[in-house]
């Protein structure tokens, strides 16, 4: 399993930060770049339509874009339901096409899940008024792998817009915000809160651009393989033009500790407060797992990335090694991945 990210006390914060536009054939080798006013533009001519591609996309894919459904979901009464729950149920299993669940505005208390049998479901929250995914489901009820208010277990998921909170966020039960185990996902300007265990990764493709997530212990954990930024089962996690923040406490916070007995984790262009630990990596007292882990930095800024005090398995990456962590060939964008405002026009034309 990969590596998680531990903090003793306080609040510690990763803002992922992709700052992008419109976009113009995808490019997986072309590596982000390290200065952050050019990231925009590499989107832009990386992310591209199905048209435009570079390589062969996966051919389930290129039937789904044509012609999503919308389902629209209004606490009000004003759309097609008023939960999730009951929109997701309409979903067809197996179906074969994009689904957009366009949801308005409001607090929405319900465990929500999209089961493996349903593909291609969006989840596209109001721009403006974002709507609150919140359940009281904590590691006591369900134990840590159910407790997700956001279960998602099918592949080709994307969401936008929403933010996902835990009922009754505490340090005495472990609750998972959004539990993610479906293939080649991706998330755009979403927000996930919590205390310890918000994130579960647990396998897959993802991505996750312009996302908030907050947590405190072992917040972002699992084994899939994700790009952070502004199949197998691979236990990498990539962070790229992030921001660490946090109240401070004692000793810091480790970047990750060796859950597993072979985590990989690197953190590339990321601006760390001094909230993390002067030893940065953890082997989460198993020394035995020192010579399998990779923990991994490239070019970090901040009063957090002082590498002087690191452990002996803390690796300080070169250009070379650090170009097939920061590029879209780590998560087969080319095969799969779209451009955001392939959602956006598509959703505003039928809404």
């Not at 208010?149 to 505490?170: C, K, M, Q």
């Not at 991706?186 to 265990?197: I, L, V």
């Not at 699992?222 to 962070?239: Q, V």
């Amino acid at each position: 399993m990969a590596g998680k990210m531990m903090h003793a006390a306080g609040f510690i914060i990763i803002t992922i930060l992709l700052a992008g536009s419109t976009p113009a054939v995808a490019n997986d080798s072309t590596p982000i770049p390290a200065d952050g006013s050019q990231v925009g533009s590499w989107f832009d001519n990386n992310v591209k339509p199905l048209t435009e591609r570079k390589g062969t996309p996966d051919a389930a894919i290129v039937t789904a874009e044509e012609g999503p459904k919308l389902i629209k979901v209004m606490k009000d009464g004003s759309g097609n339901f008023k939960t999730l729950t009951e929109a997701i149920n309409s979903i067809p299993e197996r179906n074969t096409k994009r689904v957009v669940v366009y949801i308005g505005g409001g607090v929405y208390n319900e465990k929500i899940k999209i089961p493996q049998n349903k593909p291609f479901v969006t989840l596209y929250g109001s721009p403006n008024n974002m709507p609150n995914l919140t359940f009281d489901g904590t590691a006591q009820k369900y134990g840590t792998v159910y407790s997700g208010t956001l279960i998602v277990e099918s592949d080709y998921f994307r969401a936008a817009n929403i933010i996902v909170t835990p009922d009754g966020i505490r340090p005495d039960a472990q609750a998972v915000a959004l539990h993610i185990s479906g293939d080649k996902a991706s998330f755009y300007n979403c927000k996930f809160f919590g205390f310890q265990d918000t994130l579960y990764d647990y396998k897959g493709l993802h991505f996750f651009k312009d996302c908030y997530l907050q947590g405190t212990v072992d917040f972002i954990f699992g084994k899939g393989k994700s790009l952070y930024l502004s199949a197998s089962e691979d236990n990498e996690f990539s962070f790229v033009h992030c921001k660490i923040t946090g109240t401070t406490c004692v000793g810091g916070t480790y970047l990750g500790r060796a859950w597993g007995s072979s985590p990989t984790m690197v953190f590339a262009y990321t601006d760390m407060a001094n909230v993390v630990h002067p030893e940065r990596w953890s082997n989460f007292g198993h020394p035995e797992r020192s010579n399998n882990m990779f923990y991994g930095e490239f070019q970090n800024s901040g009063p957090g990335s002082n590498i002087s005090r690191k452990v002996c398995y803390t690796k300080k990456l070169s250009d070379a090694k650090a170009k097939s962590f920061i590029n879209l060939g780590y998560i087969q964008g080319s095969k799969w991945f779209l451009p955001h405002s392939n959602i956006g026009s598509k959703l505003y034309s039928i809404v």
